[in-house]
Every structure is written in C-alpha cells, then in structure tokens.
C-alpha cells in the first residue's frame, strides 16, 4: 500500500530510524546571541550597497544618484521603501516619504539612523 502522498516517490523505509542521542554534527548556521547592537552606518551602507548592486547588476557607489543615472525606477523606488522599512525596522512615512531620502545610499543611511535614532517621522518603537 503506498503512503506517500506523491506517487512519483518511493515509500519511505519502515526501518529507517532517527538517531536519538546527542550527534556529532555542527549547526549550518550560527546566529550571534552576545550583540544585540543595531547595525553601524558602514553596516547599513554596505548592506545597502549590495542588496542594490544584486538588484541593478551593476557597481553602485555609496554617492551615486540614483535616479538620476537610472539605475532606480519610480517602481523600484517603492521596493526600496519597503526594504528599508522590513530590513531596519523604521516607518517611512510623512515628510520623509521624498525622493531625496533615496537619491544615493548615503542619503538612505542618513534617513535609517534618523529615524532609529527618533528624530523622522517614522521612528518605530
């Protein structure tokens, strides 16, 4: 009788067995439990260099704008909204919601620590 809810597949063995003690092996990841310090500036800005370099497939300098060299479409700006708010916890929204706040990743930088730091008008608690 198959059990298995995919046909293609074979049963798997009945006697197989689980390991129950303790093993040997190390995890994949390890996820640091010391720091819970928020990221640096130079943090934000690498991460923010790489997540957009992985995007528009091309180098990005810190200082480049943007919009003007065409790397960031007006959708793409939206996306780089939502980034920005799932990745550093802030809410973009009221005056900060401008274009200049996401002309370069230096300016993104500046409008992350200020709204972490309280000052924006999105600062999330």
Known sequence: MRTHPDPT???????????????TERPLITVSTTSSAEPSATEIEAALLSFLE???????????????SGL??????LELVVHVETTYGVAVQGDELRMDNFRSVRAMVGLIERLRSGRGDGARS
């Open 9 to 23: 597949r074979p049963d798997p063995d009945p006697t197989t067995t689980v390991p129950s003690g303790p093993t």
């Open 54 to 68: 992985g995007r528009v497939k091309a180098p990005v300098a810190a200082d480049t704008d943007l919009f003007a």
């Open 72 to 77: 960031v479409t007006s959708l793409f700006s």
